[in-house]
């Protein structure tokens, strides 16, 4: 599919915020990586961020890197900007992506498509700088 | 009639606008002044309070009198509003109140998903599944993504909202209060709406109004005229539920993939002891329209994946099977959290709907998001 490259302006105070629970997936992300908590009781890598498996309450949390890519299970286009910093940057594309079982999130798709977003397409995973030194997983169709 | 804890007593709102000028303070006194009218209560009589928004519980009973011996406020989310009239009940049946109001109110909210919330930025996301630094700032963002999600489950037609909204817009041109009683739109009106956030239409979305609503529920004894409240269950949390969705999508955090949701009858129902048949009237939580047509299926009005045939058919309007949102809901008369349903659905089973009365209503369901519903009967 084609694609096209573009602006992503995030202002500063809304990038994510550094925690000690979600650090590794951040410090990660900034090196071009994608991590994910798994349990080390149970084997089960999970999404959001938690100080605890959802499976087996387990505190023993490791990161570890995952594929770079996934599948869209659905998908919206924002047409409206809410904010000041997305008047130049609509219409943009957010994809609802499987990775791994158990881990299921949204992301930006840049660079974006031309046209509609395939549903059960895969998306290859890559990394967007932003401010701050900090980089977004952002997707895009392969 | 089945054995029941609680009843409503009284139920009534603020003129609904867009800009009123006037404080939700002053909207939430308009509401209480025609609940305990409704209700015929002196605020004397109320002990207990519960307030989902708009004022906090202790300027609730210092700005308008009250001595209340319960006293409790939620988040301020409409998902809330279910949940609020189960616990009032709840807490009369533990005998903790005799009359308990509920509240909630608003002015002012031009617009939802501008101002990145501290809510919004949580860890895992938003309420409804924003993520402010993919863009991803709306509430509508969740229902969007359940809608084309579903449309792909089911092969649904994708414009099939355009059937709930031009119901729901129709029924606002009956009833006076609606913030678009002057504003019909029909279905092929419908599809020239520009987009908000795709697949979702500006029609689609809750109506950012000014109102205030209030309920008074109270115990069986002291209210002997007042709408029993013959069953309900409480909101779902965990990984299972996706706001805006149903289990078994395969949305947000949902581990249950889909085909693992099946409809069985709702405690709920068995505790009023009905069917989905047995109900005439129902309001749906509708802040994106797509809800009404995933609650349909959730609650057994009709089959998984053919709530948009139900639609389409024309069968939630008033006149049809089941009249969905007689008052035009939040996408035609207020959007106001649930509240402005509560409120027709106690006029209709009061038979004070005027020209959108549903004929011979005598079981109401309100429907609230993620599961939790409330079934009213008329007194």
Known sequence: MDTYAFEFPVPDNLLPRMTPDNAPYWQAAARDQLVMPHCEGCGRAFFPLSPRCPGCLSDRITFNPVVHEGRISSWVRYRKSYYPWTEGVTPYVVALLDIVPGVRLPMLMHPAPQGDPEIGGKVKITFLAVGNNQKLPVCSAV | ?379
């Open chain 2, 1 to 379: 009639m089945a054995r029941h804890m609680a009843v409503i007593s009284g139920a009534g709102c603020s003129a609904y606008a867009m800009k009123s000028g006037r404080t939700a303070a002053a909207l939430i006194g308009d509401a209480i002044a025609a609940a305990l009218d409704e209700a015929g209560l002196h605020k004397s009589e109320v002990d207990g309070l519960i307030v989902q928004g708009g004022l906090d519980y202790d300027m609730v009973g210092i700005n308008f009198g009250l001595e209340t011996r319960y006293s409790m406020q939620t988040w301020a989310h409409g998902r809330l509003t279910g949940p609020t009239i189960l616990t009032a009940a709840a807490v009369i049946a533990a005998g903790m109140a005799r009359h308990v109001l509920c509240v909630h109110g608003r002015s002012g909210v031009s617009r939802f998903g501008g101002t990145p919330s501290v809510e919004a930025s949580r860890e895992g996301g938003g309420a409804h599944g924003e993520v402010p630094y993919y863009g991803l700032t709306a509430p509508g963002s969740a229902a969007a993504l359940s809608w084309r999600r579903y449309v792909d489950l089911y092969g649904a037609d994708i414009d099939a909202l355009r059937h709930v909204v031009a119901a729901q817009r129709h029924n606002a041109t009956l009833n006076p209060n609606a913030v678009l009683r002057d504003k019909p739109l029909s279905e092929d009106d419908y599809l020239s709406e520009r987009f908000i956030i795709e697949p979702l239409r500006r029609a689609d979305f809750a109506l950012p109004n000014d109102g205030a609503a209030a309920v008074i529920v109270s115990a069986p004894e002291a209210a002997p005229s007042g709408l029993p409240i013959l069953g309900g269950q409480g909101m779902i949390g965990g990984r299972s539920e996706a706001v805006f969705a149903r289990p078994g999508m395969e949305l947000a955090y949902q581990d249950d993939p889909v085909g693992s949701w099946t409809y069985a009858d709702p405690e709920a129902y068995r505790a009023a002891g009905i069917t989905a048949r047995d109900i005439h009237v129902v309001g749906i939580y509708d802040s994106f329209s797509p809800s009404v047509i995933l609650d349909l299926e959730r609650f057994g009005h009709c089959r998984e994946g053919e709530g948009w045939r139900f639609v389409a058919e024309g069968r939630m309007a008033i006149g049809g099977d089941l009249p969905v949102n007689t008052s035009g809901g939040h996408v035609a008369e207020s959007g106001l959290s649930g509240w402005n349903h509560v409120v027709e659905l106690y006029r209709q089973l009061r038979g004070q709907a005027g020209a959108r009365q549903v004929a011979g209503a005598q079981v109401g369901q309100f429907i609230s998001p993620n599961g939790c519903t409330v079934i009213l009967g008329a007194a």
